[in-house]
Structures are given as C-alpha cells and as structure tokens.
C-alpha cells in the first residue's frame, strides 16, 4: 500500500465573511500579518464574499507590497487606504446620483465601483505566479462550488476558471453576488459540443463558508472568519428585511460545520496555523491581551448588518482595530508563542 502524498508546505490566507464589516476587520488582520513578518510568507490566498474583495486587492497589490518589504506602511497604503475609501460609500442599492448617471445594472453599477476604487482593469494573467490568488463562488443553477483562480488545475467537485484573461473584478462580484441585494452574475461556460450556457454565480459562502477548501492541500491555515453574529431582530417587516435575515441565519449555519472541522485539523496535527473570528472574545485564546478589547465592545462590531452601506470612520477604524486585535492573539496562540506583542492599536486613538 502506498504511503498517502505529503502536505504542501505552503501557507494559505484564508478571508472569509459578509459586507463592509469582514472587508475591514480582514484588512485588520493583513495588517496585523505584516507587521508581524509573516504576510509574505503566504503562498495562496483564498477569498470569499466580503473576504474576497480584501484577497483580490492583495493580490493586486502584492508586487506593490514587495518592493517596501510587506512594511505595514505598505499594507496601509495599498490595502487599507483604498478599502476604507470604498467603505466610506454605499453599494448595496444603487445611490441617487449613481443610479442617475449609471445607465447599466446593479451588478455592473458595483463592478464599475469596484474596479475604479481598487482592482483598475487588473485581470488574473497580470498576477504574480505566487502567491495564487482563489475566489470562490457559488453556481445557483447546479448548486456546486466555482473557483476564479489564477492556477490552472482541476478540483474535485467544482468548476475551475482560469482564464488569465479574466477580471479580478468579475470574480470578486461573483463571489459576493446575494440575490435580492446583489443580482446573480451571468458568465457563459463551454461545454463539449462548443455550445456557451449561462451560468449564474452568487456569494462564495454557499458553497465554502470559511474560504477554506481551495487551500487543504497547505499544510498551514491562517483563517479569518468575518461573519457576523446572529443577533435577534425586533421588527422585520419588509419582504427584503425578511430575506436578508433568511440569508444571515443560513450562512451563520453553513459555518458551523466547517469551523468545527478546521479546529479538529488543528488539534489532530493535520494542519497547523490558527483561526480566529469577528464574533470571537479575547477570552477564547490563551495567550496574553496585550490590548484593551472590551467583549461588549468587539459584540457591537459583531451584531453589525451584512451590508455595503457607507460606514462611519469611527465603525471603520474599530473593525480595523479588532481584526487587527484578534489575529494577534489568535497567532500567539496558536501559531508562534514568540510572536513580539503590539504596542498599540493602528488607530490607537480610537480602540475598540
């Protein structure tokens, strides 16, 4: 009997959540990984919904970000400048004056945005070969999984693109598409007769709640889970309200299942690396806080909406802060004991 293929060395970042809220708190950890010596050291970043924005402008930026040596004032300028500029506006709902002057549709209104502000016409061909950049998404018409990458290989039970003449902006719509909010996207596959069909592709989470199966084959995770907390609502009266709250408590379920797995991957030696969560407290970790994060605090940024409505730069820098905040602790806990403490927050004036 052959002995089963050994893990690939490679390290994974893997960005996962919903809206404004993980794209911040994402940018947080970033951050947090540079100054920390260990971002470069990434060779594959995954992304999924609002996490997918953050792995696509990383990605983008990578080349950038090397040539400063991954300094966080490089991460500052090319990750969470342009993050927090994109945050300061609303897109999930076309805005009066955008809606005027844009003639197209909702998903070409936020793909117009998105690659204005962040990815300006990059398409997968223009990456750099590592580390590979993955996003996932979600086909609504067969259910399965679809991954936008910029390695070219088959994967068991989803549908690969790797067309490296792709957008990255494309891919990223995909991945945070949420029918009624965001309309489906519709990209034509080929089958075997040369005929195009249509596919229609929604949120990456669907299918893959932590960003997570596109990297198995890493020996070492590093996961950040964005996803909001399930808290309860006092009035939904709108049909909209009523199907936004529909789609928090499944994806707060389809977590559940593969966090679960990840911990146990952890705790069995079958990977090393660390996870850590919005919705998680300082508590959950066993090394030291060095920094003031209040639990009632870090649950307000929690029970924020699942949206992509301008934030306020209090909201902005508090997300930023506790992404920041929880993936330090989450790798002295369980990735490297002998990580140096931060000193203080990136906007120290603000907290959590």
């Known amino acids: 009997m052959s002995s089963p293929e050994p893990a690939n060395p490679g390290i994974a970042l893997c960005l996962s959540g ?26 594959r970043i995954c992304g999924v919904s609002g996490g997918a924005i953050v792995a696509g402008l990383v990605a983008v930026h990578w080349s950038r970000m090397a040539v400063d040596g991954f ?11 342009p993050l927090r500029a994109l945050a300061s506006r609303t897109l999930d709902g076309r805005s009066v004056v955008g809606g005027l002057l844009f003639p197209r549709s909702l998903t070409e209104w936020v793909s117009h945005n998105f690659d204005r502000e962040l990815y300006r016409g990059v398409q997968f061909g223009d990456l750099p070969k590592a580390p590979v950049l993955s996003i996932g998404a ?5 259910g399965s999984r679809v991954v936008f990458s910029s390695e070219v290989r088959s994967r068991s039970g989803a549908l690969s693109i790797c ?22 996207l519709r990209v034509s596959e080929s089958n075997l007769d040369g005929d195009a069909r249509a596919m229609q592709l929604a949120d990456g989470t669907l299918c893959d709640p932590l960003a997570i199966t596109d990297a198995q ?43 679960h797995a990840l911990l146990s991957a952890f705790q069995g030696g079958r990977h090393s690396g660390a996870y850590w969560s919005l919705c998680a407290a300082t508590a959950d970790y066993p090394a030291d806080t060095c920094l003031v994060c209040p639990p009632g605090r870090a649950a307000e940024l929690a029970a924020l909406p699942t949206r992509f409505a301008a934030m306020s730069d209090d909201l902005q820098e508090r997300l930023v ?7 330090d602790i989450a790798l002295r806990s369980w990735f490297d ?16």
């Open 163 to 184: 067309d490296p003449s792709y957008p990255v902006t494309d891919a990223v719509c995909a991945s945070i598409a949420m029918p009624p909010a965001f309309p489906a």
């Open 217 to 259: 084959d890493c020996q070492t995770l590093w996961v950040s889970d964005g996803g909001g907390a399930l808290v309860e609502e006092e009035s939904l009266d709108g049909k909209l309200e009523q199907a936004a709250r529909a789609m928090e408590m499944l994806q707060h379920s389809l977590r559940l299942p593969p966090r």
């Open 18 to 43: 919903g809206g404004y809220r993980a794209v911040l708190f994402n940018a947080g950890a970033v951050l947090r990984l540079s100054e920390a010596g260990l971002l470069q050291r990434a060779t």
């Open 71 to 81: 300094s966080p004032d490089a991460v500052r300028r090319e990750i969470i400048g």
């Open 321 to 327: 802060n506790w992404g920041y905040a929880i993936c």
């Open 138 to 142: 979600s086909q609504l018409n067969s």
């Open 337 to 352: 004991p002998s990580l140096p403490h931060p000193s203080e927050f990136p906007y120290r004036d603000r907290g959590l």
